[in-house]
């Protein structure tokens, strides 16, 4: 009786080995992005038509052009640029931001983020699940994390131009960005679901809405 019990209780606890990923079967599967992706990433490709230049990738090095609404350009590294790193769970974001630019608010649903300041100063910030904003400014050199799932931004609050980097723990984090989310998807959000929820009159979500084309 003593060890059925004992046994029950191993069942129930949170073991470590139960949230690892499963140990990699292969040395690399480099993404054969011609096929559909499936529970895990993209097919492999054939080993024979692996090159060299599946394990390497210069999109980061390049600035982005920042001349948009909300003054970012976002260069993602993800597996859907760089298929060396499907199955491998990590990627990686460039991010360029002008004067004044904002990353607007937004979540990863599928990883967490870290990131470093390389060139100008942010203020980055976070809201949690319970309401609570988390912010600070950073300068270069400096690292920030968000947690998966949180809404964040970053602002430029410097005089001259921004650049971080950001690290995900996911070959494709994917990105749900608040604003366009609301007011420029495919179909409309209805407007009376948007006016109840902000709290404001038809007209402000028709001019909120205008400035995305919609």
């Known amino acids: 009786m003593a060890t059925l019990s004992l046994f029950i209780v191993l069942l129930l606890l949170p073991l470590p080995y139960s949230y690892a ?3 990699p079967l292969q040395d690399f599967c480099v993404a054969d992005l011609k096929s559909s992706p499936s529970v895990n990433g993209f097919p492999c490709k054939s080993a024979l038509e692996v090159t060299s230049g599946d394990f390497f990738y210069d999109g980061l090095s390049m600035e982005g052009n920042t001349t948009n609404v909300f003054g970012v350009n976002v260069n993602a590294g993800n597996v859907l640029a760089f298929p060396g790193l499907n199955t491998l769970g990590i990627s990686m974001n460039r991010v360029d931001l002008a004067p004044g630019g904002v990353n607007p608010p ?4 599928r990883s967490t983020e870290s990131g470093i300041v390389v060139e100008g100063m942010l203020l980055v910030g976070f809201v949690t699940t319970g309401n ?6 950073l300068s270069a ?7 998966r799932g949180l809404v964040h ?5 410097g005089d001259g131009k921004a650049l971080i980097f950001t690290a995900f723990n996911s070959q494709l984090p994917g990105s749900v960005i ?5 007011f420029a998807s495919t179909p409309s959000v209805p407007n009376d ?17 205008s400035k995305f084309g919609m």
């Open 193 to 209: 679901v948007l006016t109840k929820a902000f709290q404001v009159d038809e007209a402000v979500i028709n001019g909120i809405k």
């Open 141 to 147: 050199g400096e690292m920030f994390v968000i947690p």
């Open 106 to 109: 937004h979540l990863h649903p």
């Open 178 to 182: 608040v604003p366009s989310t609301l």
């Open 132 to 137: 609570v904003f988390y912010s600070k400014v």
């Open 153 to 157: 931004f970053q602002h430029n609050v």
């Open 21 to 23: 990923d499963p140990d």
